[in-house]
């Protein structure tokens, strides 16, 4: 079986990655999209075929691959120009045609689109080309982007009964989906892919320094990550008399709106912004802190939360999206209602009341659930088994 798992960018995210090896343990996997860098799978049965940076080495490319086309499979070049034909500038109908020209040549028998928002422009393949479509419904594709954007609700309820199969990250994004009739039946619930060697750097938890505790988010700056909340928390806490800090690892720049908050607020010396890191420095630095906050209005399930969990890191996390399904008060976790910095705040006093002995058994509770629901190797046989469910 030829599967595609497209996400428009090649390497992809953490998931992404860890699914690609995955499969490629017993499929051929295609990868298409942008290089943003060299990868090495060190597996025969992964092949890149995308496009890159530099324009010339792309027209040479595609060039090359447009003969072959013509040659092998003549049939197709009519799709090829049906499609191109659909935009609108010069640039736009260049951008398609090297974007879909490889997966013409290398055509798929499943092409898993990673996000909702992909599956309008390359609808064509199952249209024309009888290429099974798979679609992953995660957090913001799927909770807020058709709320603000009409005509891509509309695109999701036109076009969504016809998809082979949905991979869904939690059961709340597989009801929210059914809203633009998604049907039931064909939505398979799979978890994060969790790699073992998350689960190694457990160490148990041991209470830090009394006097003070510390903090910390990551993720990057984006009105659904909820940081001024977590920020307006802080400073109830810090007027409480709590000698608390608050470190933020972030991929991208901080924003001005966080920046004027955090100086407003005079949270200057109680908050430290971090760029982000590797991942194995990243969880040895999680290791140091007392607690892990998630304050999102918005997410599926956030895999930070689940290496945290992984890590024994006591989490506490706002009710957003699907992370009611990870985060059970009193057993893996506190709760808090999104927008709620003062419920965030007294969850951070109760966390901080919390004898050493229970905080202990919530964060052995917490690792012994991520490692039996978000095991990779289960996850990849969900994948195979969905797989072979739609080509069936």
């Not at 343990?25 to 530099?54: C, D, E």
């Not at 008399?241 to 720049?253: A, K, L, M, Q």
């Not at 140091?288 to 945290?308: H, K, M, R």
């Not at 910095?341 to 004898?355: G, K, Y």
Request: hydrophobic content about 45%; glycine content about 4%; aromatic content about 10%.
């Amino acid at each position: 079986m030829k599967i595609s798992v497209y996400s428009g960018a090649i390497p992809s995210t953490t998931f992404i990655e860890h699914l690609i090896k995955g499969i490629a343990t017993k499929h051929q996997v295609f990868l298409f999209g942008s290089i943003k860098s060299r990868t090495a799978y060190n597996n025969p049965k992964v092949r890149i075929y995308g496009h890159y940076k530099n324009r010339l080495i792309n027209l040479i490319i595609s060039l090359w691959r447009l003969v072959l086309l013509a040659v092998l499979y003549p049939r197709r070049i009519k799709v090829l120009k049906h499609e191109i034909l659909k935009q609108y500038s010069r640039y736009a109908k260049y951008q398609h045609f090297i974007k879909i020209l490889p997966v013409l040549l290398h055509l798929p028998d499943i092409f898993h689109i990673q996000w909702a928002k992909d599956l309008e422009p390359w609808f064509f393949l199952k249209e024309h080309l009888n290429v099974k479509l798979i679609v992953s419904l995660r957090g913001a594709h799927i909770n807020y982007s058709p709320i603000t954007n009409a005509a891509l609700a509309k695109s999701y309820q036109s076009l969504f009964p016809k998809v082979d199969g949905f991979h869904a990250v939690s059961e709340a994004i597989a009801k929210e989906a059914q809203k633009y009739n998604a049907p039931e039946e064909k939505i398979e619930v799979i978890h994060s892919l969790l790699p073992k060697t998350t689960l190694q750097y457990f160490e148990g938890y041991k209470k830090r320094n009394p006097k003070q505790i510390h903090l910390v988010s990551v993720g990057r700056f984006h009105w659904k990550k909820g940081y001024r909340y977590a920020l307006d928390a802080l400073k109830l806490l810090k007027d409480r008399g709590v000698n608390v800090n608050y470190t933020i690892i972030s991929s991208n720049c901080i924003s001005e709106e966080i920046l004027f908050q955090i100086h407003q607020l005079d949270l200057v010396e109680e908050v430290r912004i971090l760029n982000g890191l590797p991942q194995h420095q990243l969880f040895g630095n999680l290791k140091t802190y007392d607690c892990f906050i998630l304050p999102s209005l918005e997410e599926g399930i956030a895999n930070v939360v689940l290496e945290a969990m992984a890590l024994g890191v006591p989490v506490i996390s706002t009710n957003c999206g699907g992370m009611a399904e990870v985060v059970i008060p009193n057993e893996t976790g506190w709760l808090v209602p999104v927008r709620d910095h003062e419920a965030l705040a007294e969850a951070v006093q109760e966390l901080i009341h919390t004898s050493e002995a229970e905080l202990q058994h919530i964060v052995l509770n917490a690792h012994d659930f991520v490692k039996k629901n978000f095991n990779a190797e289960k996850s990849i046989a969900q994948f195979l088994a969905l797989y072979e469910r739609v080509m069936d």
